[in-house]
């Protein structure tokens, strides 16, 4: 199975900051990456598809980017809504594996 | 409009099987796979495999392979999860998942999460 490995694990940040979450996969999966949103006792949230497509709806300070191994997130300028729990998610191949999680907290 | 819902939470003591529901319904049924993702709590996200409500086939993680059973039922629209032989470890929220398209492997429908306690 692929692993997909996020880092940071947890990240505390104000209002307005520039936030980035990596996410590593142990092979090539060239642009197949998701990445999701999850609030507590909801089911998560797609944000990116593609490595780098916003989906509908998605505001536009989130981005992602990066193909092959190496992927990130970046919530341009953060928001109260945002403050969550983010997964990146491989969908390259059977069986399809999630990253470990990044927090997101208020400092 | 699409929607997902999924049958409500149950209790079961180890050893037992489990089945849960998931009803989709603004769509046509057949034209999208399922998913099952599972989340203990406190944890990640954990695929358990996938099904095809067309023909019935399905594709299990090798990790629950021989535990799990994906089926579907296409005159009321809804798939099932059955997960057999329960311990602890099997406590979880059970989503139901909707790809996009047919092609794709992610996903921007879910249903409501179904929590499963398995507890002597």
């Known amino acids: 199975d692929i692993q997909m490995t996020q880092s940071p694990s947890s990240v505390s940040a104000s209002v307005g900051d520039r936030v980035t979450i990596t996410c590593r996969a142990s092979q090539d999966i060239s642009s197949w990456l998701a990445w999701y949103q999850q609030k507590p006792g909801k089911a998560p949230k797609l944000l990116i598809y593609?490595?780098?497509t916003l989906q509908s709806g998605v505001p536009s300070r989130f981005s992602g980017s990066g193909s092959g191994t190496d992927f990130s997130l970046t919530i341009s300028s953060l928001q109260p809504e945002d403050f969550a729990t983010y997964y990146c998610q491989q969908a390259n191949s059977f069986t399809l594996t999630f990253g470990g999680g990044t927090k997101v907290e208020i400092k | 409009q699409v929607h997902l819902v999924q049958s409500g939470a149950e209790v079961k003591k180890p050893g037992a099987s489990v089945k849960v529901s998931c009803q989709a319904s603004g769509y046509i049924f057949t034209s999208y796979y399922i998913h099952w993702v599972r989340q203990a709590p406190g944890q990640g996200l954990e695929w358990m495999g996938i099904v095809n409500p067309s023909g019935g086939s399905t594709s299990y993680a090798q990790k629950f392979q021989g535990r799990v059973t994906m089926t579907r039922d296409t005159s009321t629209s809804t798939v099932y999860m059955e997960l057999s032989s329960l311990r602890s470890e099997d406590t979880a929220v059970y989503y139901c998942?909707?790809?996009?398209?047919?092609?794709?492997?992610?996903?921007?429908?879910w249903g409501q999460g179904t929590l499963v306690t398995v507890s002597s």
């Open positions: 593609g490595a780098s």
């Open positions: 998942a909707r790809p996009p398209s047919e092609s794709s492997l992610w996903f921007d429908r």
